[in-house]
């Protein structure tokens, strides 16, 4: 009796198959995205100690020239990104998408290293401006794969019918990686003042997030390989790839992106630094103000990416734009030396990024072909943030030390309709099976 009861109470095996393999994927997106969330933690916890930075690696005799130096060698990290976008791309269309994240976790992790422990422009003068370069050449060219690699891995391991909303993860491990960034910058402050911060507490964000890519490598090796990669290698021949299609899709996926991470990196890496240097903000306040707006965001993604899996990639992306457009000139002008009105301009401007943001990774996947999707997302996403968001903050920064810094926000609306210009070109993916692509 007992026996009958077990057996007709037990699930057939084809199901617990099923839920086996959701398990497993369910768990390969969290060691994703915990890697991913630290590598974006590494990466703005420099925009986010950027005035301390430019005190301590650069000549202070000039202000305004340091910080724009610092923000310079942030640039040059972006412009690595498209190199390491197509090198790592080619490795992950070709030897796999788990074995890229985690040597790109490793390059993170060694930049942040040398970043913590590096000698200042005052013990070692122009050298220190080398190595500060050299580490973030190395972190851009880790980090142009590491973000094509993670946008395909979550796509490909997502069931279609919820590309959308899993994919939001992805953008969700942006935010949590920048908010972690501002909560340590805060704490920093907090704790040592800004005396203590510009003297070596600069150094501990990126100490910490060295010491914590060990739990996110751990966690990496776990994880499961795509089956839609796994699918397509083991095919015995796969359709050549018209060229035009290709050009066609990289132009248009350089076009989308641009207005959206211009406003991104506007909002994340440079409004801080704006209330501070231009609002006479106190760093502390403009860091918990920063949080809070970004974390707001960060909750919407996984909305907009739910509702992009009902209505559509398109009406959502159109949707961006016009908001932005409308808002980037009232919002960057509602900023002061208070807290709250960044808080509160920010926090309107980060949920708008975000309906883009949570849809990335599914319409950038959507776009390319299994047998070249991560190049082409590592070539033109990499390249659109490149020209687009890694010089956001130092054009900002530039435009307001002429006085012209209504030029930033006429930048950011321009790219803004380039992408709704690009959407409009684009088909609507919603729901494609990645396997037949």
Known sequence: MDSTIRLEAAPPSGQQQTRSDQSSKRRSMFASTIGNVLEWYEWSAYAVFAPFIAAAMFDSKDPVSALLSTLAVFAVGFLMRPLGGVVFGRIADRRGRKFVLITTMLIMAGGSLLIG????????????????????????????????????????????????????????????????????????????????????GWRIPFLLGAVLALAALYLRRSMEESEVFEAKAAAAEVAPIPRKAIIRAVLLMIAMTSGITAAHYTWTSYASTFAITQRGMDPQTA????????????????????????????????????????????????????GWTLAVAASLALC??????????????????????????????????????????????????????????????????????????????????????
């Open 352 to 437: 708008i990024v975000a309906i883009p943001g949570a849809l990335l990774a599914a319409v950038l996947s959507e776009n390319f072909p299994t047998k070249i999707r991560t190049q082409g997302i590592g070539f033109a996403y990499s390249l659109s943030v490149a020209i687009f968001g890694g010089t956001a903050p130092y054009l900002n920064a530039l435009f307001n030390s002429w006085s012209m810094g209504w030029l930033s926000s006429a930048y950011i609306i321009v790219l803004c309709l380039a992408t709704a210009l690009a959407v409009f070109r684009l088909p609507e993916t919603r729901g494609i099976d990645l396997k037949d692509a």
């Open 117 to 200: 422990l590096m000698p200042t422009y005052g013990q070692v003068g122009i050298w220190a401006s080398v190595l500060l370069l050299l580490a973030r050449v190395a972190q851009g060219f880790a980090h142009g794969g590491e973000s094509a690699t993670a946008n395909t891995y979550i796509a490909e391991i997502a069931p279609p019918a919820k590309r959308g909303q899993w994919g939001s993860i992805v953008f969700v491990a942006i935010f949590g990686g920048s908010v972690l960034a501002y909560v340590v910058g805060g704490g920093v402050t907090s704790v040592l003042g800004a005396a203590g911060v510009a003297q070596w």
């Open 287 to 338: 860091y918990w103000a920063s949080v809070i707006a970004q974390s707001l965001a960060l909750i919407s993604l996984p909305f907009w990416g739910r509702l992009s899996d009902r209505i559509g990639r398109k009406p959502l992306l159109i949707g961006f734009s016009v908001a932005m457009v409308a808002s980037q000139f009232p919002l960057m002008g509602m900023i002061t030396s208070d």
